[in-house]
């Protein structure tokens, strides 16, 4: 008899971030080893369950189930938990049913410890309720990097040897044409600017930017953001008076966006503190070279694909982003390193990974279990 795993699909009623991101990928990988492994096909049944009113993507394997009840964090503890008793329910986004045994918690970091100035004190309180409880009840913990188990392990106090890492990717941009017409809408030329990708969290460092283009003067670096922003750093027309080098552009689509990655000069990936961070080797999937962070778990992710930076001072950004305008040479090495650093970040893996945790049948890796590049 298959044994029945359930998918917190919660995640799909968001504007899609790094968590979410996460959670879409996985659950596709997912499908797709499922599409490749009838002995997987044949131990487990999976669904994706969601709120009402949640439109879901179309999957060949994984069925798609809507849950009635409340809305929000009261759908996860009730609704959810009662539709799942007689299965094990994977929780991708850091959340789930708080006193729950059979499920899996994908914790991705302990931000709301590390840096608490970018939650809402609400927010910091529900997650340090939260996560301590999700970390000891659940059957199995994951995360996304050997630097968060770490982080994990000391701040939930639980042994390093309870949480799995599973896996992150950056093919899913590959598999979309390019929207060329965003860079004609906001003057944007080949070449002729940084790029970074924001959210509106402090800790994402953005300010950084900001102090990097004070210093420069004149000079031609132009850097845009797209994405969430800090608006009491921004204000509300994307910049301040003192310096229009430094552009916000707002949400993008993963078409935009990945016109946008190809089309840079180098991504700048100024951030304190990530679980993980999957930008940087979005760029990198993109051949647009990575002026990074040495901080969290970036160099464990970027390796030697980056040029590293200290977060915390301006002059040290801007020295980066000369070097990489007037070095060439030194443009492709980082394009070079950075095609060789995604080998170490595929979402088929992570899939395996999973796999392998709750101890079902893994699909040998094969062409056919990853999109198309």
Known sequence: MSRRIYINGRFLGRRLTGVDRFALELTRALDRALEHDEGLR???RFELLVPEGTQAPGFRHIVVRTVAGPGGQAWEQVALHRATRDGLLLNLCNTGPWLRREQLIVIHDVA???????????FRLLYRVALPLLARRSRHVATVSEFSRKEIA???????????VITEGAEHLRQQQPDESVLARHGLANRGYFLGVSS???HKNFRLLLDSARLAGNADLPVVIAGGVDRRIFGEGGGDDADRRVRWLGYVSDAELLALYRNALGFVFPSIYE?????????????????AARAASIPEVCGDAAL????????????????????????DTLIAAGQRNLSRWRWAQGARDLLSMLQLPQAPDQPGAEPPP
Request: include cysteine; glycine fraction near 6%; charged fraction near 25%.
């Open 42 to 44: 044949h131990a487990a």
């Open 112 to 122: 709301v410890y590390r840096v608490p100035q970018s939650f809402r004190r609400s």
């Open 275 to 291: 679980g993980f961070g999957i930008p940087p080797i979005e760029a990198m999937a993109c051949d647009c070279p990575v002026i």
């Open 154 to 164: 000391e701040l939930l106090d639980i042994p390093a040897s309870r949480i799995g």
């Open 200 to 202: 509106a969290a402090p």
């Open 308 to 331: 590293y930076i200290d977060p915390t001072d301006p002059a040290d950004l801007l020295d980066a982003m000369r070097r990489l305008r007037d070095s060439p040479g030194l443009r």
